[in-house]
């Protein structure tokens, strides 16, 4: 997956200097992005402080973590059904 150009603080920053009245063009023009990713991050983290966006970062990690291990233990149990009806 992309890394983001931008860091947490960053982006909490940007959304906050929208909060204070500086329109969005003049916010993408100014920070190099487009109006459609400040829309994606103020969807998705308007409202939150750094600790809520942290919680969610961690939240997203340990939920990669764990489809990850489910794939492998259904690929695991898929191997050892072949294995069985081959006997």
């Known amino acids: 997956m992309r890394k983001s150009r931008y860091t947490d603080s960053q982006i ?3 959304l906050k200097q929208n909060e204070n009245g500086i329109p969005v063009p003049e916010l ?6 487009s109006s459609a990713q400040f829309y994606k991050w103020r969807a998705k ?11 969610l970062k961690e939240l997203e990690d340990e939920n990669k973590r764990l489809k990850k291990m489910y794939a492998e233990e ?4 898929e191997i050892r059904k072949e ?3 081959g006997k």
Do not use: T
């Open 12 to 14: 909490l920053a940007i």
């Open 28 to 33: 993408c023009r100014e920070h190099g992005m």
């Open 45 to 55: 983290f308007g409202g939150m402080d750094a600790s809520m966006m942290k919680r």
């Open 74 to 77: 259904r690929l695991k149990a």
């Open 83 to 85: 294995a069985l009806e």
